[in-house]
Structures are given as structure tokens and as C-alpha cells.
């Protein structure tokens, strides 16, 4: 293991964690780029992003931020999907090439859309939209080792779903779900293989992204401005996806 890649998991869960995400599409990126086989590439991403994201969803349950009553329609469907999309086999092309897509597309929208005014009254959705939502993130989610968050939250703040705090709870919930199913789906693929056992050598960056996200939380929680967080993260995932995406273009 490449003696960067601890240092670069600490900084990319510092940021995600300080706008409330996971980062686990930058971790699978990095390890791409660091020439990790691309069939683990999950497994490792995933067990960062429960990591990362557990704080969080302690927290806004302490707060009462969360919205289960609600929110569970996209649940319903989003975890086995993770499962799924765990468990399916992809040629490494296609995974570079919808990593490096979601990467563009998360770090357009965290740099480019404005901040949401919060929603004084949640809007109604009922049930056939989230779970379709859900069951869709949740497949990418578990097929390329992310927990889907990124793609969840432009969705609920156009469909006026609740406040900002509450969209960033239920984004935390399903980051954190859908990991651990999507993990459980990555593990059972690779069970019967060798490369399970590979996993074990980058504990390192389990260390790495917990010290990272603990004090990404603290400086999340106001200790600096969130609209320079959001930037910072932003550039990072940006700069990060355009070689992703040029790699993916010699690949074909």
C-alpha cells in the first residue's frame, strides 16, 4: 500500500465529513489511481464510509433531526438494491467509467447549486417515487461502493422533502444503510476468492478516515464557514474524477 494513501483518506474524510457525507466515490477514485485491483475497491470504500458516517447519524438522532416516519419508503428499496449491486460482477471499465461519471456529478453539484432555504413545511411524496429513488441509488450504491448520499440529497431539496438539517439526517441514515448492505454484498462476492483477505491490509486507512471524520464533524458543527468546506471538498472530488475520467478514456 502506497505510504500516500493514509494521509489522502484522513484529508478526504475531513471534508465529506464536514458537509455531512461519507466520500466513499474519492476513496474508491483514490485507490483506482494508486493502482489497487478495482474488485476490493468496494469493500475498503464502504467500510470508510460506515466509519464516517456513523457520528453523524448519532448526532442528528440526538438532535431529533431524524425523519423515519417519512423517510422509509426510500429505505425500504435502497438497501437490497445495495445488496445487490454488491454482489454483481462488473469488468473494471465499466466501473472506472460510473465511478468517474458520479464523481463529476457529485462534485458539480456541491460546487455549483445553492445553498437550500430550509422548508417550512415538508412536502408530501408518497410512496412509488422514493422507492423507485431509492431502489436506483442503491443499486449504483452497492455496484461501485458508495452510499449514495451525494446523488439523495439534490433530489429532496427539489422535491422540498424538509429543511436542511433534516435532508442532511436522512442523507447520513442512507449513506450509513446502504453501505452496510452494499459491504455485505461485496463480501459475499468476494468470500470464495482470495481477495477477501487482501482487504486486510489497508486497516491503515479504517484508522486514517476515523481520526478524519471525527474532526470533520467538529469543524462541520461551525468551527468554519460551510460554504468554504463545501469548496474545498468540491475541488477535491472534481480534480480527482477528471483523471479518473482520463484514465477511463485510455481504458477504451
Given amino acids: 500500500m502506497s505510504l500516500f494513501l493514509p494521509p489522502l483518506f484522513f484529508v478526504t474524510a475531513l471534508l465529506y465529513a464536514a458537509v455531512g457525507f461519507g466520500g466513499g466515490s474519492t476513496y474508491n477514485a483514490l485507490l483506482v489511481l494508486y493502482g489497487v ?37 426510500f429505505l425500504i428499496t ?22 468517474g461519471f458520479a464523481l463529476l456529478a457529485s462534485g458539480a453539484r456541491l460546487l455549483f447549486m445553492a445553498q437550500p432555504k430550509a422548508a417550512e413545511q415538508a412536502s408530501e411524496t408518497g410512496i412509488a417515487l422514493p422507492m423507485v429513488i431509492g431502489a436506483t441509488i442503491g443499486l449504483l450504491s452497492g455496484l461501485v461502493g458508495i452510499g449514495g448520499g451525494i446523488f439523495l440529497a439534490p433530489i429532496l431539496y427539489l ?22 448492505s452494499g459491504l455485505g454484498g461485496q ?16 486497516w ?3 484508522v486514517a478516515v476515523l ?7 467538529w469543524l462541520g458543527a461551525g468551527r468554519l464557514r460551510a460554504d468554504w468546506m463545501k469548496r474545498m471538498t468540491a475541488i477535491l472530488i472534481l480534480y480527482v474524477a477528471l483523471r479518473l475520467l482520463w484514465r477511463w478514456i485510455g481504458m477504451i
Fill in 78 to 99: 435502497s438497501i437490497p438494491a445495495a445488496w445487490v449491486g454488491g454482489r454483481l460482477p462488473i469488468a473494471e471499465v465499466v466501473f472506472v467509467g460510473l465511478l
Fill in 187 to 202: 463480501v459475499t462476492k468476494l468470500g470464495d476468492t482470495a481477495l477477501l483477505s487482501d482487504v486486510i491490509n489497508y
Fill in 37 to 73: 485491483d478495482y474488485r476490493i475497491l468496494p469493500t475498503i470504500a464502504l467500510a470508510c464510509n460506515i466509519i464516517v458516517v456513523s457520528g453523524g447519524v448519532w448526532r442528528f438522532s440526538r438532535a431529533g433531526e431524524m425523519q423515519l416516519s417519512r423517510f422509509w419508503s
Fill in 211 to 217: 481520526i478524519g471524520g471525527q474532526i470533520g464533524s
Fill in 204 to 206: 491503515p486507512l479504517l
Fill in 159 to 180: 422535491m422540498g422533502w424538509g429543511t436542511a438539517r433534516q435532508i442532511a439526517a436522512a442523507c447520513s441514515l442512507f449513506i450509513l444503510l446502504n453501505s452496510l
